[in-house]
């Protein structure tokens, strides 16, 4: 059974920089496409960033082109979410996930069920 963990969240000015970790427990990630989503107070989830399984195909949503990176540590079942020059609309409690033959494009990213693995979140506050 997959689970995945999230950390690295906090409370970070604006401009300020935040790493974003989602864990594979009990599973490597390296078979599955991983996805950050985000949800801000009142607002509707949405995805932000995607990886492939194979690495070589990235997705960033307009507003975080730029500034977000996503990565993979397959050695330590890994996603990274690095997150530069962070502004106070950032601020949301945010999520990997994934799931079975979920992909990954690099104009999209495909909606996930409830149903889907998802890690517990982690809240990112950006604010002065």
């Known amino acids: 059974q997959l689970r995945l963990v999230e950390y690295g969240g906090g409370l970070v000015q604006p401009g300020g920089s935040l790493r974003l970790s989602c864990e594979g427990v009990g599973s490597t990630l390296r078979y599955f496409a991983i996805g950050w989503f985000r949800q801000a107070p009142g607002k509707e989830r949405e995805g932000i960033s995607c990886?492939?399984?194979?690495?070589?195909?990235?997705y960033y949503k307009d507003s975080v082109k730029g500034r977000f990176t996503i990565s993979r540590d397959n050695a330590k079942r890994t996603v990274f979410l690095e997150m530069n020059n962070l502004k106070p609309e950032d601020t949301a409690v945010y999520y990997c996930?994934?799931?079975?033959?979920?992909?990954?494009?690099?104009?999209?990213?495909?909606?996930?069920?409830?149903?889907?693995?998802w890690g517990q979140g982690t809240q990112v506050t950006v604010s002065s």
């Open positions: 990886i492939s399984t194979s690495d070589d195909t990235t």
């Open positions: 996930a994934t799931d079975w033959s979920w992909p990954c494009y690099a104009s999209s990213m495909p909606v996930l069920s409830d149903s889907a693995y």
